[in-house]
């Protein structure tokens, strides 16, 4: 089975912190995905990676970073952390290959901004 | 308008009765994922279909291609099937849009 790992359940931070969001998988996937989940909004793309230090924005890039050093691991970084960064957020990965594949989701890190 | 759009938002049902939750998207989809996050968060994928109909014990999935419609039924609910699904679709590059979930509540 795939397991994609979050570093923390819960997290609580202050304002203008750098704020880290690690993500790890173990089944040499290509594909990484950050989300964040807010109430009404349902699940939005941050960024996404197709390969060790590739990149892309995705629906809601700003305020955050992303870091992809090696394959297995993919870091969600909130450079001065504000409250309206206070969210679920969720990793995922997946396969690259013909036609579409599933994604794998992490348990998710509920982050509070003080 | 959001691209999927899901319905209802929140259903509330009995143990024993047959669920039906809708799912609506508006543009070009390679695929339908149907998932299942229970509280707490995580997130299980429980049914990807680009036609027809799938069948996973009392869940079934069906999509109609030229309608952009999708249904996700449950038969024989229980309580431990109350959990958020969401609908999301592929456009390509293996990105989700996702709708904006279902809290499914099956009482005793």
């Known amino acids: 089975d795939v397991k994609v790992t979050q570093s923390s359940r819960y997290l609580v931070k202050r304002t203008g912190e750098k704020v880290f969001l690690e993500c790890v998988q173990d089944?040499?996937?290509?594909?990484m995905f950050w989300y964040r989940q807010d109430p009404g909004l349902g699940l939005r793309l941050i960024y996404f990676s197709y390969d060790v230090k590739m990149k892309e924005k995705g629906d809601i890039p700003e305020g955050y970073s992303v870091s992809r050093e090696k394959k297995e691991r993919f870091s969600l970084i909130l450079e001065s952390a504000s409250t309206n960064q206070t969210s679920m957020y969720l990793c995922?990965?997946?396969?690259?290959?013909?036609?579409?594949?599933?994604?794998?989701f992490g348990d998710g890190t509920r982050l509070s901004i003080l | 308008k959001n691209e999927v759009e899901q319905s209802p938002q929140n259903l509330t049902a009995q143990e024993g009765e047959f669920i039906t939750i809708n799912c609506s998207y508006s543009v070009g989809i390679s695929a339908l994922h149907w998932l299942q996050q229970h509280p707490g968060g995580g997130i299980v994928s429980l049914f990807m279909?680009?036609?027809g109909k799938k069948k996973h014990g009392r869940l079934i999935a069906t999509i109609n291609i030229q309608e952009k419609h999708s249904s996700l039924h449950i038969t024989a609910s229980h309580p431990r099937d109350s959990a958020v699904y969401i609908c999301?679709?592929?456009?390509?590059?293996?990105?989700?849009?996702f709708g904006q979930g279902t809290r499914l509540t099956i009482n005793p």
């Open positions: 999301a679709v592929t456009r390509g590059a293996q990105k989700l849009v």
């Open positions: 279909l680009s036609s």
């Open positions: 089944m040499d996937h290509e594909n």
């Open positions: 995922a990965s997946s396969e690259t290959g013909l036609g579409t594949l599933p994604q794998h």
